[in-house]
Every structure is written in C-alpha cells, then in structure tokens.
C-alpha cells in the first residue's frame, strides 16, 4: 500500500501553455493513486486544458500569473484539515511519480519541500542555480529558517497548514515560491526538505529576467 493510499490528497498543478508536459505529471500521480487532480490553467492558448480534461484530471480556469492562479485555486476548492495538498510544476521537470517522497514525512511536519538536484547544462541554467542560492541563502538568514531550495516548485501541505497559508498569501506571479516559504516561516509551520530528482523541463520557460526583482521584493517585504 502505498502512502497516498492511506490519506486523501489532491494535486495542484498550476498550468500555462503546458501540452508537453502535462498528462505525464497527471499520468504519474494517477499511478501513485492520487485521485483528485486539479490543473489550475492561467489561460493557455495551446492544447494543455484539453489534454489535462483527456487525462481525468479536473480542469479550473484562474487569473493569470501563477501567485494569481494559486490564491484562486484554494478559494475555488474547500480545503479539508485532514486532506493533503500537493503543488508541482505541469512542465514535467518535477516528478509526480516522486510524490512519495514528499508525502512520507507530512504527518509529521505541516510542509514538506522538494530540494532538487539542480543540474547546469547551459548559460541559463547556471543563472538558474546561482540566483536560486542565492535566495535561499538569503532567505534562509532573513527568516532564520534554513530552506537550501526555496524557489522549488514542489510543495506538499498538509490542510491545517494551507488554510492558514491560504489567508497570509499574497503573491501574483513567480513571487509565490517565496511567498510561501516565508509565511512558513512567519507562521511557524513545521517545514521539512526532501531531496527530490530535477529533469529538463519539457516546452518554454515562463519565468522572466524581470520576475527575479519581483521574488526578492517579495523576500524582503515580507520580513519587514
Ligand atoms: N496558472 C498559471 N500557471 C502558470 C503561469 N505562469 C507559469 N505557470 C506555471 O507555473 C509553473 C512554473 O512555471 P515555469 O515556467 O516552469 O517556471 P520555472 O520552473 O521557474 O522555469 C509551470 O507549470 C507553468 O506552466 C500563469 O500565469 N498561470
Ligand atoms: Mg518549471
């Protein structure tokens, strides 16, 4: 038996033009035995909401931006204390079929984070790594709450601790990862890092040079 077996978890995936990748994360959970799956799309232009319905999941139409899209998810849905929440990346990059590893731990801890094995194989990625240390460095300092990830993109919740999340977010776009890592913090939640493996994500990044000014805006205004 497997964990998911044993408690009532619901995905959420949030979605923006994502028709390469996102019946495999669907597809991955499915074989987890996650049930309930949720793609929260942000106005995809391609053929992601169709494929998403095809693969059985449950297909929500949200305001643009992915801090948007995810406030609006948790107020279009009941989150039940005792339920699981889960929220990974719909370009295949995270792995649903990983979903164990995050979900060993939550009954222990309130969130649950996948740090990843962050792999350089081009100018961007080297970016990539370089500023997501030095977020989570930086972050880690300022809340005095050691997340060596915090700009990871898969996330496990337990209900409790995402009804109070819920009413302390406040993130539109790519400032949601920080957002969430610093309420975590601010709220006192329990939070746990598990190593979790990285692929190349399938189709085009969303995420923009200028969306960086906006995550360490986020970091610091959230603190003070
Ligand atoms: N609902 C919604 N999802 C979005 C939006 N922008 C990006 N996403 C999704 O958020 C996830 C993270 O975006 P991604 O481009 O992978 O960013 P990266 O992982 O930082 O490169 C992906 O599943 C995107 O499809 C948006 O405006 N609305
Ligand atoms: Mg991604």
Request: hydrophobic share 40%; aromatic share 8%.
């Amino acid at each position: 038996m497997t964990q998911t077996n044993s408690m009532k978890v619901v995905a959420i995936i949030p979605t923006l033009n994502e028709e390469e990748g996102v019946a495999d994360v669907i597809n991955g959970f499915k074989r987890e035995g996650v049930k309930q799956i949720i793609v929260a799309d942000g106005g995809s232009t391609d053929a992601t909401r169709q494929i998403a319905a095809k693969n059985g999941a449950k297909v929500l139409k949200v305001p643009r931006g992915k801090g948007n899209g995810f406030r609006a998810t948790l107020q279009q849905i009941k989150i039940q204390v005792d339920s699981i929440y889960v929220m990974i990346d719909g370009d295949a990059s995270y792995q649903s079929g990983e979903v164990k590893k995050l979900l060993k731990d939550i009954q222990k801890f309130d969130v649950v984070t996948g740090k990843r094995q962050l792999l350089i194989h081009d100018l961007k990625s080297t970016v990539h790594v370089i500023g997501n240390f030095f977020v989570s460095m930086l972050g880690s300092i300022v809340y005095l709450h050691w997340n060596p990830d915090i700009c990871t993109g898969y996330w496990a919740f337990r209900g409790s601790a995402l009804k109070k999340l819920k009413k302390a977010l406040t993130a539109e776009r790519f400032e949601l990862e920080v957002d969430l890592f610093s309420n975590t913090a601010k709220l006192g939640l329990h939070h746990k890092t598990v190593p979790v493996s990285y692929l190349k994500r399938k189709g085009e990044s969303k995420l923009h040079t200028r969306d960086v000014f906006f995550i360490l805006k986020k970091l610091v205004s959230n603190r003070f």
